[in-house]
């Protein structure tokens, strides 16, 4: 590695890797899951990496966290009870806070440290957990969901790390057998779904299960991301049988009031929202055909 640059390098990317410049490591441990690290990038902020991948900068997360959760959230009318597999740093909790209809928050995420390291280095981000909202279970998402009655969820958000390490299950067939089996009728999932520069195999099997699983609409969407691998970083939006979700015109716009009290929105916005779903004919071919 050269004298304060970190290269992001994973079997899931050969041949390339992102650099950051490093100012100072501010944190470096290992928890029962994954090796975990903290340090001040010279131009994006603090960075949060987990076994060598970068999970969150401080200054492009919001484009991650607002649309994983509100191309969900804004396309069905009135969302309440919302679960979070994943995303212990607590960035999806913030956004699912805007909307005032949620009654009930519900959070799994596998490892302890990533909540406590998020809370302590990324106040801004960790602001979530403080929604009174929000039930935190420490433990994996793939029992939660096993354990969760039937048809208990408008709305599951799955804020994954990479099938490589913890999150390997949250890619797999019976999870979004178990989501599709939370969900109510015409209820929604949003996926973490890697890169369609990278991954179009990945992503090609997950929509091949998913058209599977869910009887109501499957799409996949995009947006940029500068800090992940190929610069940008994509999500499946599905929904169950039931009344109709057409995610490409979001009908639950964002209550600017609630917006207020975690800071504005950065990123997302309602033409950002559809344009998410247009693909290059390279992806189109291969996610519409399946
Ligand atoms: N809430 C943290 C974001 C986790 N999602 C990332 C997507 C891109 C991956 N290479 C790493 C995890």
Request: proline content about 7%; overall charge negative; some cysteine.
């Amino acid at each position: 590695v050269i004298p304060g640059w970190f290269s992001e390098m994973s079997p899931m990317w050969p041949g390339e890797a992102h650099s950051l410049k490093v100012e100072k490591v501010l944190f470096q441990g290992k928890s029962d899951y994954q090796d975990v690290i903290v340090f001040q990038s010279a131009t994006y902020g603090k960075v949060l990496v987990l076994d060598g991948v970068i999970q969150l900068t401080e200054r492009d997360e919001c484009a991650y966290q607002e649309m994983i959760t509100h191309l969900p959230l804004c396309s069905i009318p009135n969302p309440k009870k919302v679960l979070v597999i994943g995303g212990g740093d607590g960035g999806v909790l913030r956004e699912v806070a805007r909307h005032t209809s949620v009654e009930q928050i519900d959070m799994c995420e596998i490892d302890k440290m990533v909540v406590d390291v998020s809370k302590q280095f990324f106040p801004d981000v960790a602001i979530g957990y403080e929604d009174p909202r929000v039930n935190l279970v420490i433990g994996d998402g793939v029992a939660f969901l096993k354990n969760a009655a039937e048809g208990s969820y408008d709305a599951v958000i799955v804020d994954s790390s990479d099938p490589i390490g913890p999150a390997k299950e949250l890619f797999e067939k019976p999870f979004f057998q178990s989501v599709a089996r939370a969900l109510r009728p015409g209820g929604v999932v949003c996926t973490q779904a890697e890169s369609l520069w990278l991954h179009m195999d990945i992503i090609e099997d997950i929509v091949s299960n998913c058209r599977e699983i869910f009887k109501g609409s499957v799409n996949y969407a995009w947006t940029s991301v500068p800090t992940y691998p190929s610069g940008v970083i994509g999500f499946m939006l599905c929904s169950t049988e039931g009344p109709d979700v057409d995610f490409k015109h979001p009908l639950n716009p964002i209550d600017e009031s609630s917006s207020k009290s975690n800071g504005p929105l950065k990123f997302y916005n309602a033409e950002i929202h559809s344009a998410a779903f247009c693909l290059p004919s390279f992806a189109k071919k291969v996610i519409e055909s399946k």
